[in-house]
């Protein structure tokens, strides 16, 4: 059978890693790279182990079978083994689905303010604190590259990076509207309030993702200021780099100095190139699917975040938990959303590959 032989072969590549692995005749950058693959591999090499003990004990369960001695015996057996098989068959499928190489990328993440006023800030500040609570449970590094602070402590807009393995291919499912219902601090009369804030998800990108010429930017300095137009210091410390071929411009005045600035605004320059590319290249595919779950559209609805009923409903998967409080806090409940976000995107191209 083809997945057999697909099977041993991924059995066969992992024995070669090994072994170059253990030679000794592979430099640094050679080791880190087979390194990387062998990790790959090791996650489905239980599954296929698995299989073959499956699929080897219904061939013998089925040569007992015409033994009158073991013939109870082995129909018993091929009645359990039969059952088990076609999930360790689905698990497989699921682990062979072509990977998003960005899966193990850091994230940048921005979060934007909509409609709503000041409770949209609010509740901007709210979905920030949510993914960097989540993210340092998750051991992940947070830096805030950019942010615009309203005086009740919420955010017109915030830019921050996510740095840990694996970041993106959990974060990625955040893209998209989230909308909240709830009674507004500034909100006299206890009347619920309906507003929104976005989130973009980007990849960050490695140097060897993006490759931008100096003469398809334009740096420019300025002094950082804080809320309200105060200056927070007395020297052109914040940067702004334009990129001409895209028409993207990002600023970024948080750090101290105007070169830690520029490599902050670099790095989400970088990442917006990335995805843009990335984009693109998904746009121009005949077989690119259109998923509900994965499309990253900005615009799209995701989320509702409704407080008098303690509840959050993603629209996408039609998943609704009574966790809401949990879920701000980025605990589990978040952990349960995200793990049936992934769920329903590898059902979706499993069936789009059936």
Known sequence: MIIEQKLKDIQTRAKEIEAKMNSGEVDGAELT?????YSKLSEILPLISEYFQVTGGIAEAKELEHDPEFHSIA???????????????RDLQIALLPRDDADDNGVIMEIRAGVGGE????????????????????????????????????????????????????????????????????????????SAASVAVMPEAKDI????????????????????????NKTDSAVRITHFPSGIVVTCQNERSQFQNKAAAMDVLRSKLYEK???????????????????????????????????????????TLYKLDDILAGGEGLDEMIDALIAA??????????
Not at 216 to 229: K, M, P, Q, T, Y
Request: aromatic share 6%.
């Open 33 to 37: 790279k087979l390194s990387k693959e």
């Open 75 to 89: 129909i018993e057996q091929l009645a359990e083994l039969n059952k088990k098989l076609p999930e360790i068959e």
């Open 119 to 194: 409770e949209s800030a609010l509740f901007a500040g709210d979905l920030y604190n949510q993914y960097k609570s989540y993210a340092l449970r998750k051991g992940w590094k947070v830096e805030v590259i950019e942010e615009n602070a309203t005086s009740l402590h919420g955010y017109k807009e915030i830019i921050f990076k996510i740095d840990g393995a694996g970041a993106y291919g959990r974060m990625k499912f955040e893209s998209g509207i989230h909308r909240v219902q709830r009674v507004p601090e500034t909100e006299a009369s206890g009347r619920i309030h309906t």
């Open 209 to 232: 993702d993006v490759v931008i010429e100096d003469k398809d930017i334009r740096i420019d300095v300025f002094r950082a200021s804080g809320a309200g137009g105060q200056h927070v």
């Open 277 to 319: 590319q990335r984009t693109e290249q998904v746009n121009a595919s005949n077989s690119a699917r259109k998923s509900m779950v994965g499309s990253g559209d900005r615009s799209e609805k995701i989320r509702t975040y409704n407080f008098p009923e303690q509840r959050v409903t993603d629209h996408r998967i039609k998943l």
């Open 345 to 354: 995107d590898q059902l979706e191209r499993l069936a789009n590959m059936e």
